[in-house]
């Protein structure tokens, strides 16, 4: 099993910066990918970003398109990752959840393969 903790978010104003950080307990570690989503009230979950376990045992970082030179995704260890999120716009509001899926598992996608965190709330005001 594995258990996602959550910290950062909060009330930004247009422009403004936050940065998110998720813990992973449990069977995680290097054969698990990690990144963030997003759920915008009336709206399906989306992907965001996600760092990606690759060749020679290093990351691989993926962006939405939308988020692009705004939104940087770090895997600060095997347990733990972040997303620093500049610039932010009024359309970025949403809950953001933390994921963790094996490495088998198509990432982009939620899916049953995915382990979330609670959520937090991230709110940009214009």
């Known amino acids: 099993q594995v258990q996602l903790v959550e910290s950062g978010g909060g009330l930004v104003q247009a422009g403004g910066s936050l940065r998110l950080s998720c813990a992973a307990a449990g069977r995680t570690g290097s054969n698990y990918n990690m990144g963030w989503f997003r759920q915008a009230p009336g709206k399906e979950r989306e992907f965001v970003a996600a760092?990606?376990?690759?060749?020679?045992?290093?990351?691989?970082a993926n962006y939405a398109d939308f988020v692009k030179n705004r939104f940087t995704i770090s895997r600060d260890n095997e347990n733990t990752v972040s997303l620093q999120m500049n610039s932010l716009k009024p359309e970025d509001t949403a809950v953001y959840y933390c994921?963790?899926?094996?490495?088998?598992?198509?990432?982009?996608?939620?899916?049953?393969?995915?382990?979330w965190g609670q959520g937090t709330q991230v709110t940009v005001s214009s």
């Open positions: 760092t990606r376990w690759g060749v020679g045992n290093t990351y691989y």
């Open positions: 994921a963790a899926a094996d490495r088998v598992v198509f990432f982009m996608a939620p899916g049953p393969g995915h382990h």
